[in-house]
Nanobody, 120 residues
Framework: QVQLVESGGGLVQAGGSLRLSCAAS????????MGWYRQAPGKQRELVAA???????NYADSVKGRFTISRDNAKNTVYLQMNSLKPEDTAVYYC??????????????WGQGTQVTVSS
């Protein structure tokens, strides 16, 4: 069984910062790509940022220069540092990871989501 547990969401004023964390636990053999998605009310879930096991990153255009994704492979944890937050960043943020478990089966796992609200 694999679990992804997110933390760090909350309410912040525009221009402020938040840091999201997502820790994976369970019968993990290896973690490949990890990423953060978000879903605002009435909108589709979208990719915010992703990072490979080797550290290569990619970002949605809307967050480039403001958000930074990183990971600690020893802790099976991925982070999202969000700076210069805007009201349009308000959404539920989900962590996702491509994980190979002890049986060598691989699939995507998702966290439960954490609310980020940016007030104007």
């Amino acid at each position: 069984q694999v679990q992804l547990v997110e933390s760090g969401g909350g309410l912040v004023q525009a221009g402020g910062s938040l840091r999201l964390s997502c820790a994976a636990s369970g019968s993990i053999f290896s973690i490949n790509a990890m990423g953060w998605y978000r879903q605002a009310p009435g909108k589709q879930r979208e990719l915010v940022a992703a990072i490979t096991s080797g550290g290569s990153t990619n970002y949605a255009d809307s967050v480039k220069g403001r958000f930074t994704i990183s990971r600690d492979n020893a802790k099976n944890t991925v982070y999202l540092q969000m700076n210069s937050l805007k009201p349009e960043d308000t959404a539920v943020y989900y962590c996702a990871a491509d994980i190979t478990i002890a049986t060598m089966a691989s699939r995507d796992y998702w966290g439960q989501g954490t609310q980020v609200t940016v007030s104007s």
